[in-house]
Nanobody, 117 residues
């Protein structure tokens, strides 16, 4: 199983980035796909999740600014991030799991997003 994130980088406050996570080795359409992030000195937190039926969930701090979506034909999940704030600076990780409560989950290597003011 491999999850490969891309799209991170340096962005100015108020700007936009789109992260992508391409999955292989799993039946992608059956999996919950989640973006997590870990900022400097902070614990890893859930940013956004999308279910196999495309139900979505967001942490409060990104609601209205970030959008998670998936393309099952491409085995890819996206995170469109708009109106970046300094607090969005973090390493963003892609996570795949077949159920919400499971010991079987997979992680990507992470992609750095740095917001400059």
């Amino acid at each position: 199983v491999q999850l490969l994130e891309s799209g991170g980088g340096l962005v100015q406050a108020g700007g936009s980035l789109r992260l992508s996570c391409s999955a292989s080795g799993i039946t992608f359409s059956n999996y919950y796909m989640t973006w997590y992030r870990q900022g400097p000195g902070k614990e890893r937190e859930l940013v956004a999740r999308i279910s196999s039926s495309s139900n979505t969930r967001y942490t409060d701090s990104v609601k209205g600014r970030f959008t998670i979506s998936r393309d099952n034909a491409k085995n890819t999940v996206y995170l469109q991030m708009n109106s970046h704030q300094a607090e969005d600076t973090a390493v963003y990780y892609c996570n795949a799991r077949p159920a919400l409560v499971t010991s079987r989950e997979y992680w990507g290597q992470g992609t750095q997003v740095t917001v400059s003011s």
